[in-house]
């Protein structure tokens, strides 16, 4: 597995495990962003769309456009993407948490 890979799937946990904690189980993009530069993953806007996406399309997330523009993007953690979140489910291209990894 190269490094690549290795970021890539951990941000993607990163990003289920920050929604589990937040407020309603959601956030935007740009607060998405600062928590994980916070993590040690330091990314762009496009990343975390990107990201976003991804997880939507494998059911983990949904998204909603927000902002006058529509240039905000919430995102909030489905039912499946809380067990991924938690280790019960795994999906291909989002890191499994270790036991006892808070």
Do not use: Y
């Amino acid at each position: 597995m190269s490094l690549k890979t290795i970021f890539i799937e951990d941000r993607r946990l990163c990003v289920l495990r920050l929604l589990s904690g937040a407020p309603g189980r959601e956030a935007n993009h740009f607060v998405l962003k600062t928590a994980l530069r916070d993590l040690g993953h330091a990314v762009s806007h496009d990343v975390v769309l990107s990201d976003l996406a991804w997880l939507e399309e494998q059911g983990l997330v949904s998204t909603t456009g927000a902002g006058t523009n529509g240039d905000l993007t919430v995102a909030a953690l489905t039912g499946r993407g809380q067990d991924v979140a938690d280790g019960v489910a795994v999906v291909p291209g989002v890191k499994r948490p270790l036991p006892g990894d808070d």
